[in-house]
């Protein structure tokens, strides 16, 4: 059975023939092998490159993922102080019920109201009088 279809085999007629195809044959070896090295070196580098290509993408991916995380906890303190706002907000006296106030407080008319030393005062003069 030949080792390569391409060359049939001959029957050596001398030691000389049997010694050029020896030769002949390790050339064909010598192309075979560098090629197959070349091949495997292309296919190394090939898989060096989709390598490092797959831990930038690890990484890109791990750096999302900490984003996310990064972002939904903002999101849940930003949540947490927007509950607290709205809820200062419910407590706060709204527009209406200020003027309400500010209606019944011009009714009553403070200003009007005597203070204890303006009482006291008041009272010795009608004492004394």
Known sequence: MPLFKSTP????????ELYQQLRNLDE????????FKKEG??????SDSIMLSQLSFDEDIKEIK??????????????TE??????DLKQIVTINEFE????RVDLWAPEKFL?????????RTLLSS
Request: charged residues 45%; hydrophobic residues 40%; proline residues 2%.
């Open 28 to 35: 064909r070896l010598k192309v075979l092998d560098k090629n």
């Open 100 to 103: 309400r106030f500010k209606e």
């Open 41 to 46: 070196m292309f296919s190394r580098k090939e």
């Open 115 to 123: 203070t204890k030393e303006e009482v006291d005062k008041l009272m």
């Open 66 to 79: 900490e984003s996310i995380a990064k972002i939904k906890r903002k999101m849940k303190v930003l949540r």
């Open 9 to 16: 085999i001959i029957e050596p007629k001398s030691i000389s």
């Open 82 to 87: 927007l509950h607290y706002i709205i809820n």
